[in-house]
T-cell receptor, first 117, second 113 residues
Framework: AQKITQTQPGMFVQEKEAVTLDCTYDTSDQSYGLFWYKQPSSGEMIFLIYQGSYDEQNATEGRYSLNFQKARKSANLVISASQLGDSAMYFCAMRAGPGGGADGLTFGKGTHLIIQP | DGGITQSPKYLFRKEGQNVTLSCEQNLNHDAMYWYRQDPGQGLRLIYYSQIVNDFQKGDIAEGYSVSREKKESFPLTVTSAQKNPTAFYLC????????????FGPGTRLTVL
């Protein structure tokens, strides 16, 4: 079975500072993928970034980067130069298992990030 | 524009009534999914379908039913057997292969009175 753990229920960060959201995962599969999604108060899920288990480089997408430490089974999201619009829930998720992800993602419980002016 | 639509956005029902949530996608994706989200919680998988006329139970399928008669459509019925149906329901789809990134609809907030 797969499991995602996000240990920070909430975070307050000053605008323009960098922020790191923690995510650890557990799976016995060798091939897996890790995702981060953002959920604003409106409820939609917005895809941010993806890291495959065999990717040698850490993924980056604009202000988002994923600090992937395979041996520690961690996949932390780093947001550089935070903005007020970054205030939202952030979810770490994983695809793994016999279906290779076609049978759904496993989500963590999320981190509520609040950016303060 | 390609995407996933869910209707309605808000739904109110009396206890004991079945209710069907709509999910349509025009992304030509093979696989579709239903998740449930409770306050302060992550998403939990209810049902998924990888091809037409086939679907599989997820982690919390009890009290729910689905159908997949068309590639574009994956409706979810919340039956009276679901003990605590009030929640936010999200539909998603994905192509097969690649990263399996899931694209989500805007969600339906169901309240059972």
């Amino acid at each position: 079975a797969q499991k995602i753990t996000q240990t920070q229920p909430g975070m307050f960060v000053q605008e323009k500072e960098a922020v790191t959201l923690d995510c650890t995962y557990d799976t016995s599969d060798q091939s897996y993928g890790l995702f981060w999604y953002k959920q604003p108060s409106s409820g939609e899920m917005i895809f941010l970034i993806y890291q495959g288990s065999y990717d040698e480089q850490n993924a980056t997408e604009g202000r988002y980067s994923l600090n992937f430490q395979k041996a520690r089974k961690s996949a932390n999201l780093v947001i550089s130069a935070s903005q007020l619009g970054d205030s939202a829930m952030y979810f770490c998720a994983m695809r793994a298992g016999p279906g290779g992800g076609a049978d759904g993602l496993t989500f963590g419980k999320g981190t509520h990030l609040i950016i303060q002016p | 524009d390609g995407g996933i639509t869910q209707s309605p956005k808000y739904l109110f029902r009396k206890e004991g009534q079945n209710v069907t949530l709509s999910c349509e996608q025009n992304l030509n994706h093979d696989a579709m999914y239903w998740y449930r989200q409770d306050p302060g919680q992550g998403l939990r998988l209810i049902y998924y379908s990888q091809i037409v006329n086939d679907f599989q139970k997820g982690d919390i399928a009890e009290g729910y039913s689905v159908s997949r008669e068309k590639k574009e459509s994956f409706p979810l019925t919340v039956t009276s057997a679901q003990k605590n149906p009030t929640a936010f329901y999200l539909c998603a789809s994905t192509t097969s292969g690649g990263t399996n990134e899931q694209f989500f609809g805007p969600g339906t907030r169901l309240t059972v009175l």
